[in-house]
């Protein structure tokens, strides 16, 4: 298998080598003059990029949507450590123009067919003799753009050290922005807020900005490989400015040339769901390179979990061991009999007593003594069900490299076709130790970092083994490429129910999904039944109604998500537990209908190879009603609609368990031409399942 860089090695040099056969190239009138501007629009015509230069030769890009401009001309640039930049004194050379219309499949996903149809303008630059050269490709999509540099082979540019990257997107100080801080302590599991733009400091992508004319758009970044991750920083002038990651040395990167930078990408919409219904970062990835991927199975698990957040059992060893073959089989049991997948158990290995973070010395191939791996992998195969596996490496990424090989042939041996990984430990202190033994703290938006996550992800796809990353990298679309890279944490999960001071407040979700799932899925548990309870004596609550945490299967994408709660809690409602027995993880096509950041949203996905649609709408502190239109059903069909909705008096505080459940049997069957009325209750939200009836089955 090919590695990330070689094939975006091969790639590169594919296109250096041969311009495809539909592209155009410029004659330039006046090649060295200065201030020579490049337009290139999206199919739709609406957004328009034009690339040019400034007074000191600097590349720059402004950006216009429907004649107005969004992001005013933005500079550009590489730095290096040897004085070697690309930034000034450059020259544009030539111009070539490609335009791409296909369709591709994903083999899971949130929709089956994406549509990948862009105009390519890619514009070589060179300063002063021949040996400082460069492109940039810009491809603008109906939905955003996406613009990288291509660094050649050069006699300056062989091995080089990057320092840094003056990539900025000089949008409106006042535009309203969702963010996240970028170097706190909790990663990436900080809350997003709301702001001006001109208030940020510095904040992780994806950012999410509503523009003071209505205008949103998205600032994150596409295929991050071998690189460092960026943040993005307010700057009175440049407004954003991207910071690149830097290692525990002080350098961005060391790239041997010819390289491409990730894409650096921006969404543009004029409603806010339309960056939710963008395809653009998956677009902007390289295809699959696994080839036969149908090992790769999306759907639910349970697991040997929530217990142990919720206290009552124990990740290490002794009396309260959590992990022993007979809870384990009991889990199984309870998968079986509701038709979910998998199993995941954690704490299973030796490693979890006393301070595990800190130590973060885990065998990932001894079970403790309570635990016989091979009996409970088996007893889960020949219940229908597969054993989900667990590697919690404290964030000591080196000491897990050594011995991932041994730990995934250990699970292939058993027939574990998923391992959810974790990197717990405070930001920026992710354990590297270097050829002389050496050990060094590292951010896991670092180059180092990076590098580790795919070469965990590559070492389990040579066993056909799937990843659920805990505490990752930030998620710029590599599923495409990596199709075994199923879900990830990569922000604040439910478990904070439990942990942390601060717990999930009822706009949480409504934020996430206009801002962390931009980048792709994420696995965020919903699906808690029970919604108050103590810790240690304390008091806890989940800021949310039953309702809603049905709605959460549907609103926030995962190809495999969790069924957390205790078995018990699930049992003892049977009624609205039928909705999550019966929602998919795989989709035909999704379609988010209506909402805005931070207060609610509605979202309408068909079942991957099936018929039924279903409906999540969730909303924020703010009770609201919903007039939804089911203009997104097929024309001709009627539908029996199933309904989870808040019950009259719900509410997250007062009223969490208020639920009406309405299984549609006595109730006029539902077409393409109907709206439907959804009541929502503070912190609440509503589920719908809509299956079609055969017009021989109709009243
Ligand atoms: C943090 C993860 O987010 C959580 O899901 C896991 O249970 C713990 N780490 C232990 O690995
Ligand atoms: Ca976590």
């Avoid at 090989?405 to 699970?411: N, P, V």
Wanted: charged share 25%; aromatic share 10%; proline share 6%.
């Amino acid at each position: 298998m090919r590695t990330g860089r070689g094939v975006l090695l091969a790639i590169i040099a594919a296109l250096a080598a041969a311009p495809l056969p539909c592209a155009a190239m410029d004659d330039l009138a006046n090649p060295g003059e200065a201030d020579e501007g490049y337009r290139v629009e999206s199919p739709d015509g609406r957004i328009d990029v034009e690339v040019g230069l400034s007074d000191s030769g600097q590349p720059q890009y402004t950006v216009s949507f429907d004649g107005a401009v969004v992001v005013e001309a933005s500079p550009l640039g590489l730095y290096f450590a040897s004085r070697i930049d690309l930034v000034s004194g450059m020259r544009i050379d030539r111009a070539e123009r490609r335009s791409v219309d296909e369709r591709w499949e994903q083999p899971w996903g949130e929709r089956r067919v994406v549509l990948d149809r862009f105009n390519e303008l890619t514009l070589s630059l060179s300063a002063r003799g021949p040996d400082r050269r460069y492109r940039l490709r810009f491809r603008v999509y109906d939905d955003g753009l996406g613009f990288r540099y291509e660094v050649p082979e050069q006699n300056a540019y062989r091995s080089v050290t990057l320092t840094g990257e003056t990539t900025t997107f000089r949008v409106s100080r006042d535009a309203r922005a969702f963010s996240q801080p970028a170097d706190a302590e909790l990663r990436y599991e900080e809350l997003y807020t709301e702001s001006a733009l001109g208030l940020l400091d510095r904040v992780s992508s994806p950012l999410a900005l509503r523009l003071p004319s209505g205008v949103h758009l998205a600032i994150h970044e596409a295929a991050l490989v071998n690189y460092p991750g960026f943040s993005l920083e307010f700057d009175p002038v440049n407004m954003l400015q991207t910071v690149l990651r830097p290692s525990s040395e002080g350098y961005r990167a060391k790239l041997e040339a010819p390289f491409a930078t990730p894409w650096r990408t921006i969404q543009v919409a004029d409603r806010a769901v339309g960056l939710i219904n963008s395809s653009l970062i998956l677009n902007l990835n390289e295809p699959n390179v696994l080839g036969d991927v149908s090992w790769i199975e999306p759907g639910k698990f349970v697991g040997i979990w929530w217990a142990l957040h919720r206290g009552l059992w124990t990740w290490g060893g002794g009396e309260r061991h959590g992990a022993t073959t007979e809870n384990a089989k009991r889990y199984i049991d309870f998968a079986a009999e509701h038709g979910f997948d998998g199993v995941l158990v954690e704490g299973w290995n030796r490693g979890w007593d006393g301070d595990w973070v800190s130590n973060a010395q885990f065998s990932f191939t001894e079970p403790y003594a309570d635990f016989d791996l091979e009996a409970v992998a088996r007893y889960a195969r020949e219940r229908g069900v597969r054993l989900v596996g667990h590697h919690e490496t404290g964030g000591h990424m080196s000491y897990y490299a050594g011995q991932m090989e041994d730990a995934f042939d250990l699970y292939a041996r058993h027939g574990v076709r998923q391992v959810k990984t974790g990197y717990v430990g405070p930001a920026g202190s992710l354990k590297r130790i270097d050829d002389n033994g050496e050990q060094h703290n590292e951010w896991r938006d670092s180059q180092f970092a990076v590098a580790h996550y795919q070469a965990v992800l590559e070492a389990a796809a040579r066993r056909q083994i799937s990843i659920n990353t805990h505490e990752p990298v930030k998620d710029t679309g590599l599923r495409r490429t990596y199709p075994n890279w199923l879900t990830r944490e990569g922000s604040r999960g439910q478990e904070f129910a439990v942990w942390g001071e601060t717990p999930n407040p009822p706009e949480h979700e409504a934020m996430l999904a206009f801002t962390r799932m931009l980048g792709g899925p994420m696995d965020y548990t919903p699906g808690l039944f029970e919604l108050e309870f103590e810790i240690n004596g304390v008091p806890r609550r989940v800021q949310s109604t039953l309702a809603k945490q049905l709605a959460l299967y549907v609103v926030l994408y995962s190809p495999v998500h969790m069924v957390p709660d205790l078995p018990e809690n699930y049992l003892a409602r049977p009624d609205a537990f039928q909705f999550i027995v019966d929602v998919p993880t795989d989709w035909e096509e999704s379609i988010a209908l209506a909402g805005e950041i931070g207060d609610y949203v509605v979202v309408a996905r068909q079942e991957r190879g099936g018929s039924d649609w279903y409906l999540g709408a969730i909303t924020d502190e703010e009770p609201r009603r919903l007039s939804v239109p089911l203009d997104f059903l097929p024309e001709g069909r009627a539908y029996l609609a199933e309904i989870y909705a808040d019950g009259e008096d719900a509410h997250w505080g007062s009223a969490p368990y208020a639920i009406d459940i309405d299984r549609g049997d006595g109730t006029e069957l539902l077409t393409n031409e109907d709206t439907l009325e959804l009541g929502l209750a503070a912190g609440g939200g509503a589920a719908v399942r809509f299956r079609p009836v055969p017009e021989a089955d109709r009243p």
